[in-house]
């Protein structure tokens, strides 16, 4: 990161013109040199969620996405996202993701260059055990970001935080933030800052990131529209597809979260401030990723 972008005691407010001096790493020339990225989630109830969270990051640039979902909708995923691989997860009798379902995606999680969990997972206990299960199965260079059920985990489990120090990144909700605290959040950049802190990760919230070194920034975009269903997951998948290229945990979760706000102003116009769906970001990431790349 340039010298311009060093912000221990402070905050930088993100530009494109920021962005540009802080360039992502060149794009690999085959899919395996632009990143694997495995998202672990979708369980039958919401298949939808791990499906945004792949496309983003193909969007941005990632070279291979798997999908490791519920058995019940994996095959109606693959012909949804015929880019994707799809690998089937054990449910529960209640239609879950099973906690013990990892081994069958063991191959594909130990290859991949980021590992996403949450999106899609709907069942806190099972969610649990398969975090637990995480650090047996991936690389010690594998980022790994959490994001919905996933992030509950964390505040009484810091054997994990130990195991992914230096590649963890989050993406919290308010609510979500709060259970990571183990107090009342809101969206100040203190509260992000202090989950950063005390997790050692990088954590993007509600436009604003940090990390645990101390190095704060506010994205100076986005609308009341992307508070909508699916839109977390798109930036989720956006953050992890920019990983997947080679961007830094820090460097991926600003530009992520720059493109995916960028994003929802766009659709702000061509559609509404409010009502714009989820999946319409998609197609609006790579534009905004190609007016800033240098």
Request: charged share 20%; with cysteine.
């Amino acid at each position: 990161m340039p010298r311009s972008f060093e912000s221990p005691n402070g905050t930088v407010t993100v530009t494109a013109n920021l962005l540009r001096e802080w360039a992502l790493p060149a794009a690999g020339d085959s899919k395996y040199g632009r990143g694997q990225v495995v998202i672990v989630g979708g369980a039958s109830r919401s298949p939808g969620a791990a499906m945004l969270a792949g496309i983003a990051a193909l969007r941005v640039g990632a070279g291979r996405l798997t999908l490791a979902i519920g058995s019940s909708v994996a095959a109606q995923v693959a012909v949804a996202v015929p880019e994707c691989g799809v690998v089937p997860l054990d449910e529960t009798a209640d239609g879950h993701v099973s906690g013990t379902a990892l081994e069958r995606a063991g191959s594909d999680l130990a290859e991949a260059d980021i590992v996403v969990v949450g999106p899609g997972l709907d069942d806190a206990e099972q969610a649990e055990h398969l975090l637990h299960l995480l650090p047996e199965v991936v690389s010690d260079r594998t980022v790994v970001l959490l994001d919905a059920f996933a992030l509950g985990v964390l505040s009484r489990a810091p054997e994990l935080v130990d195991a992914f120090a230096g590649r963890l990144i989050l993406t919290p909700n308010r609510g979500e933030a709060a259970r990571l605290l183990e107090r009342e959040a809101g969206d100040s950049i203190a509260d992000v800052r202090a989950i950063a802190e005390r997790y050692g990760a990088v954590v993007s919230c509600y436009g604003s990131v940090c990390d645990g070194d101390g190095g704060s920034w506010r994205i100076g975009t986005g609308t009341g529209g992307l508070a909508t269903s699916g839109s977390g997951d798109v930036l989720a998948g956006a953050i992890a597809g920019l990983s997947a290229r080679g961007a830094g945990p820090a460097q991926a979760a600003v530009w992520g979260t720059h493109v995916h706000s960028t994003a929802g102003d766009r659709l702000a116009v061509q559609v509404a401030p409010l009502g714009y769906l989820a999946r319409e970001l998609l197609d609006e990431l790579p534009r905004v990723l190609l007016e800033i790349t240098p």
